[in-house]
């Protein structure tokens, strides 16, 4: 199984960018999907999430400005961003708890994709 994530990019504060993630391998099905970011010096965080029946959950910080959805026929999560900030610069890093045909449940990571916003 693996978690192929892109999207990221540059942008001026104020602009958008949206992140793709798309599972691959033997799945049998996934279940949680999220986004998480890291910036240098600070702990990996979670940015948003999204249950196998839609349900989502956003950090404080996102909220309002970010999307999260996902496409299950594809195997695939999104990450829309607007408005975004300086602050919001990170590597960003897609995870989905997914059964693997004769593997546990366990949750697996994406490669991470850079976001940096700068003027």
């Known amino acids: 199984v693996q978690l192929q994530a892109s999207g990221g990019g540059l942008v001026q504060p104020g602009g958008s960018l949206r992140l793709s993630c798309a599972a691959s391998?033997?799945?049998?099905?996934?279940?949680?999907m999220g986004w998480h970011r890291q910036a240098p010096g600070k702990q990996r965080d979670l940015v948003a999430s999204?249950?196998?029946?839609?349900?989502?959950n956003y950090a404080d910080s996102v909220k309002g400005r970010f999307t999260i959805s996902r496409d299950s026929a594809k195997k695939t999560v999104y990450l829309q961003m607007e408005d975004l900030k300086p602050e919001d610069t990170a590597l960003y890093y897609c995870?989905?708890?997914?059964?693997?045909?004769?593997?546990?449940?366990?949750?697996?990571w994406g490669q991470g994709t850079q976001v940096t916003v700068s003027s």
């Open positions: 995870s989905a708890e997914i059964w693997s045909i004769g593997h546990p449940v366990r949750n697996y």
């Open positions: 999204i249950s196998r029946g839609g349900s989502t």
């Open positions: 391998g033997t799945i049998f099905s996934i279940n949680d």
